[in-house]
Structure formats: structure tokens, C-alpha cells
């Protein structure tokens, strides 16, 4: 029998993890459910060294005007059409 020899996974230092807000340049439905090109907000849903998985709770479109399904866009990490979200102020309770 062959000897099999493991050794540790190497350290990853993932620019997103699991959990993070993220926007994503995309197009998806306004308020008014018009069809629009621009920044949305989600949370990344799966991270490996090649692409990140970011689901919304509202529809998203591919380019060529398929609606997706599942709400999840797939980018590269290093993308410009990913970025961390904004932190939101919070309006003070009445």
C-alpha cells in the first residue's frame, strides 16, 4: 500500500468571508420594480480563492437579461464590481 503524505491547507487571507455585507455593481429592480444598472447590497454567501458568492434578497439580472433565479452573483474577489458595504447611519428612534 502507498504511503500518502498530507500536508496542511495554505493559509488563505480571503479579501471577504462569509457573513460580510458586500455591494455589487449589477442590474436589479429599483423601488418603483424598474429594471436598473447600479451598486446593491448583500451578503457574501460562500468564498473560495477564485470567486465569491454574493446573495440578495431582491432580484438580480445576468447581462444578458436573465433574471437569476437563486438571487446569487458570482465574482472574482479582485473585481471592481464588488466592494465592502457601506456602513448606514442609523436614523434615531422617535
Request: proline share 9%; glycine share 6%; net charge neutral.
Amino acid at each position: 500500500m502507498v504511503d500518502l503524505r498530507f500536508t496542511s491547507a495554505p493559509d488563505r487571507d480571503d479579501i471577504y468571508q462569509v457573513g460580510d455585507r458586500v455591494e455589487v455593481y449589477c442590474d436589479h429592480e429599483n423601488e418603483k420594480g424598474e429594471r436598473v444598472r447600479g451598486w446593491m447590497e448583500g451578503v457574501v454567501v460562500q468564498v473560495d480563492p477564485k470567486i465569491v458568492a454574493v446573495q440578495f434578497t431582491e432580484p438580480v439580472y445576468l447581462t444578458d437579461g436573465w433574471m437569476v433565479p437563486d438571487h446569487v452573483l458570482w465574482c472574482p474577489p479582485n473585481s471592481s464590481q464588488i466592494r465592502p458595504a457601506r456602513k448606514r447611519k442609523r436614523r434615531p428612534r422617535s
